[in-house]
């Protein structure tokens, strides 16, 4: 089986780093996620990656607390900063070349977002880390993958999680709980399943992006994603009868 993606965005979450943690980031599971995007990129793939801030800051928190909600947006955005620079440090003491782009300024730690040169730091090798999300408040993590997929013509969108892809029940509650292969777009909108939100799929679909999902816990499974291994669900991808 040879490579199945050759332009990958990867989109971790916050939690993904916090490992058995309550809150904030357990470096082995950077570390572990950095050796992982090593191995796949020394094999040629370009990946770029979108990180979350829930194990932070979630904007929503902060607004349930009496915050106004978009300044608690920015604090969630500021979060994800935080993140993609932990990421990029333990990628580059992996050997990975990396640059972080920011959705707000910060220049003094990172490029800004410039669409044209973090495609140009893809072909040159290097693992694009955007931060900030979108830069806009009332939008998640989640839509920042799905749109910096469509801007950089990634080929796939792997949402690594906690479980092993799409059930149709709660695994966790129920025994009998089937595992969907494959999902079309339209399925996940209507029946409301947990992928992405409403935003990031509706996004996906109109630039048809597949979204790949699997459980980022089991080692190697970054490597197996790339190389299309059913380790997961897929959500689009193939023609769809709407
Ligand atoms: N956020 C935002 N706009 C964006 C992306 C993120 O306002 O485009 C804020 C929002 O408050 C969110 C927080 O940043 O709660 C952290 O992102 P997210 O919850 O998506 O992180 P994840 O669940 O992936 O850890």
Do not use: W
Request: proline share 3%; aromatic share 6%; glycine share 10%.
């Amino acid at each position: 089986m040879g490579i199945a993606y050759r332009r990958v965005l990867l989109k971790l979450s916050g939690e993904a780093l916090m490992g058995d943690l309550n809150y904030g980031i357990d470096p082995a599971v950077v570390q572990a996620i950095a050796q992982e995007v090593s191995a796949v990129t020394a094999s040629g793939v370009q990946m770029a990656i979108v990180v979350g801030g829930g194990n932070i800051f979630r904007g929503v928190k902060g607004a349930a607390a009496g915050m106004d909600r978009a300044t608690a947006d920015y604090i969630g955005m500021i979060a994800t900063v935080m993140n993609a620079m932990t990421l990029q440090d333990s990628l580059e003491q992996a050997g990975v070349p990396t640059r972080v782009q920011t959705a707000i300024a910060m220049q003094e730690v990172a490029e800004p977002y410039i669409r044209r040169r973090a495609i140009r730091h893809l072909e040159k090798g290097r693992v694009v880390i955007f931060g900030a999300g979108s830069g806009n408040p009332f939008f998640t993590t989640d839509t920042t993958a799905a749109l910096r997929a469509a801007e950089i013509s990634a080929d796939v969108l792997f949402k690594a999680t906690k479980v092993d892809g799409v059930y149709d029940s709660d695994p966790k509650l129920n025994p009998t709980a089937k595992r969907y292969q494959t999902l079309t777009y339209s399925h996940v909108l209507t029946q409301d399943l947990k992928v992405m939100d409403g935003t990031a799929i509706a996004l996906c679909k109109d630039n048809n992006i597949p979204i790949m999902v699997f459980d980022l816990s089991v080692r190697g499974n970054i490597h197996r994603a790339v190389m299309g291994e059913p380790i997961g669900t897929v959500v689009g991808g193939f023609c769809e009868v709407s």
